[in-house]
Structure formats: structure tokens, C-alpha cells
Nanobody, 133 residues
Framework: QSQFVESGGGLVQPGGSLRLSCTAS????????IGWFRQAPGKEREGITC????????FYADSVKGRFTISRDNAKNMAYLEMNSLKPEDTAVYYC??????????????????????????WGQGTQVTVSS
């Protein structure tokens, strides 16, 4: 049974940086699109970025574009989220998730300009990121 684990969260000052990591055991890593979501208190879970198995396609929500970078290393079964210029509104629980890669998935992402939680089959437990002075 696949199990996703996120790490790297913590407390950071505004303007600071954090790097989140995600890994999974029992998982054929290079067949799945990996996404990062976040959920702030009282808000819906938001898809912020995802990356295709080949690293050739990425998507960023407007809220993080230019500040966050997603990457993956299939040989190590790892995905990463580099977060720079952090703002208090970035405070949330961050989740790593995976979905079987397909052209239909990416067509949906690019035409709707959004990531849907319902598309993702596998989820981690989340890691807390708090941006505060």
C-alpha cells in the first residue's frame, strides 16, 4: 500500500524560504503526476502546483507563480516544493498528492487553469507551514 510522507514544514519569517519534500514507498513514481496542495484554516484545499512524470510539464496557481518551484527526482522517489518570498497568507497545511498521468488530466489543468482535489488518488498527511514574524 502506497504511503506518502511530506517533510520540511515549519515556522519562517515573511520573506523567508522553505523547501518541502515528498516521498512514497510502494509506488511506481514515474507513472504519476505529483501535485502540491495547501489548506489554510477555514478555507478549501487549494491546488498550487503539479509536475508531470517526465518533468516536461508544470502548472502553478497564480497565488504562487514566480515564488514557488516544483521539482522531482524519479530515481529517488522524491518530489520537492521550493518556496521563496513567503507571505503570511502562505500559512497552511501543505499536502503532496499523486494521480495517474494522462493527457486528459493535463488538458483539464491547462484549460481550466486549476487543479482539482477530486483528480488525485493518493495523499500524504500534510506538513504545517507557518509564515509569521
Amino acid at each position: 500500500q502506497s504511503q506518502f510522507v511530506e517533510s520540511g514544514g515549519g515556522l519562517v519569517q515573511p520573506g523567508g524560504s522553505l523547501r518541502l519534500s515528498c516521498t512514497a514507498s510502494g509506488f511506481t513514481w514515474d507513472q504519476y503526476t505529483i501535485g502540491w496542495f495547501r489548506q489554510a484554516p477555514g478555507k478549501e484545499r487549494e491546488g498550487i502546483t503539479c509536475i508531470s512524470p517526465s518533468n516536461m510539464s508544470t502548472f502553478y496557481a497564480d497565488s504562487v507563480k514566480g515564488r514557488f518551484t516544483i521539482s522531482r527526482d524519479n530515481a529517488k522517489n522524491m518530489a520537492y516544493l521550493e518556496m521563496n518570498s513567503l507571505k503570511p497568507e502562505d500559512t497552511a497545511v501543505y499536502y503532496c498528492a499523486a494521480v495517474t498521468n494522462s493527457l486528459r488530466l493535463w488538458w483539464s489543468i491547462m484549460t481550466d487553469h486549476t487543479m482539482r482535489t477530486s483528480q488525485y488518488n493518493y495523499w500524504g498527511q500534510g506538513t504545517q507551514v507557518t509564515v509569521s514574524s
